[in-house]
């Protein structure tokens, strides 16, 4: 029952994502990426299959690794004394059936072995230069972590577990969610990275009151109430960088930057930046400080009557 309805989520995912391709809505763009890859790792392939020598050392050297992780996979199983577990350095196998679990263990060492080996040819390819090089090895580590046994059901204990004692319905809720990011990035993969249902604007975030004075193409620019009587003569200008809504430094009464300034007696303006579309894929770092921070400041003059500010910026908001 639960596969079922897992498989049911799984449909609603393919069909949000289907819906806009079919509209030409989206235009997929994975040709070229793909391309490039196989061009890359095509130099890796062709380097090790032109010497049949090469080639026969670097196979004979995989099967022996193997045969290796084999042979201690049988010494295990009929030792009559437990194996002390090996020190855990990859997370991923940080679960003690990687380890106690002679299935889990065999595959967690084959996948090791396969994935150094792999890595290895990259690094051991003659005739490549740096760049290329380190392309090679950027892909096949997104190759090899993707294929890793820690990432499917039947070949991670500790999902295997929960599966079975859930009885299939941590893949209901995981699918559920894998739709509704789906649905989110309006056919695109949207991850989340919290539960944005927690969280509303003006209830429980971003409470400081405030109003937009002015707007461009790239921003909006908010002035904040004073909360004393008196002012500082200078004003206070904040550019967040562009990864970050201006309510970080808003969060609540208890975690409120804004409103520790204000009750200072600064007259804080802060930069609010757009969500970039299609319609600011031409606009340049010099667009951005001149219908953003440029902009802010004439629109703070305008404000207070003040030509000079004290300014506040942080991550690519301090480099603006």
Known sequence: ???????????????????????????????????????????????????????????THLMSSLFGVWMKSI???????????????????????????????????????????????????????????????????????ALSPANFVMTNPQLYRETIASHGANLVKGMQMFAEDVAAGKGDLKLRQTDTSKFALGVNMALTPGKVIARSDVCEVIQYEPTTEKVLKRPLLICPPWINKFYILDLNPQKSFIKWCID???????????????????KDWLSYIREGVDFALDAVEKSTGEKKVNAIGYCVGGTL
């Open 75 to 145: 010494n295990k199983l009929s030792a009559t004394v437990a194996t002390p577990p090996e020190p855990i350095k990859d997370k991923r196998f940080s679960d003690a059936d990687w380890q106690r679990n002679p299935f889990f263990d065999f595959l967690r060492q084959a996948y090791l072995v396969l994935s150094d080996w792999v890595e290895k040819l990259v690094d051991n390819t003659e005739g490549l230069d740096e760049h290329t090089r380190h392309k090679a090895a950027f892909y096949v580590k997104q190759m090899t972590a």
């Open 1 to 59: 029952m639960n596969f079922a309805r897992a498989m049911e989520n799984l449909g609603k995912a393919a069909s949000t994502w289907i819906a806009p391709r079919e509209k030409g809505e989206i235009v997929e763009t994975v040709s070229e990426p793909a391309v490039e890859m196989i061009k890359t790792l095509s130099r890796v392939s062709e380097y090790w299959m032109s010497d049949p020598k090469r080639n026969l050392e670097a196979q």
């Open 264 to 282: 200072q007696g600064q007259t804080v303006f802060v930069i609010s930046w757009v969500n970039p579309d299609e319609r600011h894929a031409d």
